[in-house]
């Protein structure tokens, strides 16, 4: 398939993704509380700490695969590639750090695991990119890459916050993840398209990635204690 692959598949994503920035534009704006912040910190690093269930292994199991690795530097991988992938896991690691703290300061105390949870909405969300990533078609795997990460549509919206101590933080948090976040569809679409061989195979991964980035919708809007209603969201997705 020619190049027109990867600007498809972003065009199909890309209603979705808007439509978490307004949830969260809508959040932020809507003065949310102390509880308002508390829960969706907790609900977000939930996502931070797990991985994208059947794709990504998790940021545990992707440091014991690097630590296992090392002594196959120059040998079965590339020194370059391994320093590639220790970036990414220590951006991926302050991602969390930075998103903890905020919620540390909220709590007025140490941030543990047992802090963090997962919501329903979320849980579809996982069940359901497991079924596809799992599904043994590489065009359905490629389909969850594509919809990973929601455009990073929700930090570049984040990122603006003001005002207080509390937002300052978040938006640092957020600026941070989104400078390392912003060009990751792109990637993902990319490399997607690689698996799209004929018409038929576009069509597949299309309706995936709108049955995901659909779900990713609904959680997001849970997230942030459902600052849209249902009829407000499918208008958005017309």
Not at 164 to 174: F, N, P, S, V, Y
Request: aromatic share 8%; proline share 3%.
């Amino acid at each position: 398939m020619d190049s027109g692959v990867e600007a498809e598949l972003i065009r199909t994503a890309l209603p979705f993704w808007e439509t978490e920035a307004q949830i969260t534009r809508r959040f932020f704006n809507g003065k949310p509380s102390r509880e308002d912040h508390i829960f969706w910190l907790k609900a977000q690093l939930w996502k931070e700490l797990h991985p994208v269930d059947g794709y990504f292994t998790g940021l545990q199991k992707e440091l014991s695969q690097l630590v296992a690795l090392f002594a196959k530097i120059d040998k079965d991988i590339d020194r370059h590639r391994y320093h590639h992938l220790l970036e990414q896991m220590t951006q991926e690691f302050n991602h969390y750090v930075l998103m903890a703290d905020a919620l540390e300061y909220l709590l007025g105390h140490p941030v543990s695991a047992e802090d963090t949870f997962q919501l329903p909405q979320e849980k579809k969300l996982a069940e359901l990119r497991r079924r596809y990533a799992n599904s043994g078609s590489a065009v359905d795997k490629a389909a969850v890459l594509v919809t990973e990460g929601g455009g990073a549509r929700m930090f570049r919206e984040g990122r603006k916050l003001k005002s207080g101590r509390l937002e300052r933080m978040i938006a640092k948090a957020m600026e941070v993840i989104y400078q390392d976040e912003k060009n990751h569809y792109k990637e993902a679409a990319r490399e997607a398209a690689q698996a799209v061989k004929n018409g038929q195979d576009l069509r597949r991964m299309r309706k995936a990635i709108r049955e995901i980035s659909h779900q990713r919708v609904y959680m997001r809007n849970e997230m942030f204690r459902e600052p849209l209603t249902s009829h407000e969201i499918e208008n958005c997705l017309k």
